[in-house]
T-cell receptor, first 113, second 113 residues
Framework: DTGVSQDPRHKITKRGQNVTFRCDPI?????LYWYRQTLGQGPEFLTY????????KSRLLSDRFSAERPKGSFSTLEIQRTEQGDSAMYLC???????????FGPGTRLTVT | GQQLNQSPQSMFIQEGEDVSMNCTSS?????WLWYKQDPGEGPVLLIA?????ELTSNGRLTAQFGITRKDSFLNISASIPSDVGIYFC?????????????FGKGTHLIIQP
């Protein structure tokens, strides 16, 4: 059973550019989560999907952020017009709906210059 | 966003010593999860707790779900160099509407050989 995978692992972009990250959850995990982690902090919840439906968005998810899970498998997180404050580790996690444990991927480290 | 109070913030110990850390919340949870994170990686699930008073072990790790449902504790016995890392607690209330995990700021464990 492979774990959660994320791509890319690192992304450096200039302020104002758009970036997109991908997450592949553990197979048969119907819930998929996105978190953001800044230096010295724990991960903070952004949004989650059950299958292809986006069921909850945090107040942290500004209008420049959009997430999709079109076929209920992989998910993408896009940030438009990046700002330096967007620099963080973006983590993806997944779980089965009838279980409570969430399993995390390795993360995508975003640096906005 | 809301975060849990996790203490201590960091620990400097000798190899072979036992370690204790805890996490408190103003909210009630019905699930506590403990994770370990290495630099540049995603959190790895160590232990999951599902009901008040529960005591669960995973090798040298033992965790407890506080009876008030607002706290949890993690102990590591006979620490070894590979225990170095950041330990996070995370709380979750299934069926409460919000589905994301709430994390503490982490306990940074440093072991001196």
């Amino acid at each position: 059973d492979t774990g959660v995978s994320q791509d890319p692992r690192h992304k450096i972009t200039k302020r104002g550019q758009n970036v997109t990250f991908r997450c592949d959850p553990i197979s048969e995990h119907n819930r998929l989560y996105w978190y953001r982690q800044t230096l010295g902090q724990g991960p903070e919840f952004l949004t989650y999907f059950q299958n292809e439906a986006q069921l909850e968005k945090s107040r942290l998810l500004s209008d420049r952020f959009s997430a999709e899970r079109p076929k209920g498998s992989f998910s993408t997180l896009e940030i438009q017009r990046t700002e330096q404050g967007d620099s963080a580790m973006y983590l993806c996690a997944s779980r089965k709906v009838n279980e409570r444990e969430q399993y995390f991927g390795p993360g995508t480290r975003l640096t906005v210059t | 966003g809301q975060q849990l109070n996790q203490s201590p913030q960091s620990m400097f110990i000798q190899e072979g010593e036992d370690v204790s850390m805890n996490c408190t919340s103003s909210s009630i949870f019905n699930t506590w999860l403990w994770y370990k994170q290495d630099p540049g990686e995603g959190p790895v699930l160590l232990i999951a707790l599902y009901k008040a008073g529960e005591l669960t072990s995973n090798g040298r790790l033992t965790a407890q779900f506080g009876i008030t449902r607002k706290d949890s504790f993690l102990n590591i016995s006979a620490s070894i160099p590979s225990d170095v890392g950041i330990y996070f607690c995370a709380g979750f209330h299934s069926g409460g509407g919000a589905d994301g995990l709430t994390f503490g700021k982490g306990t940074h464990l440093i072991i001196q050989p």
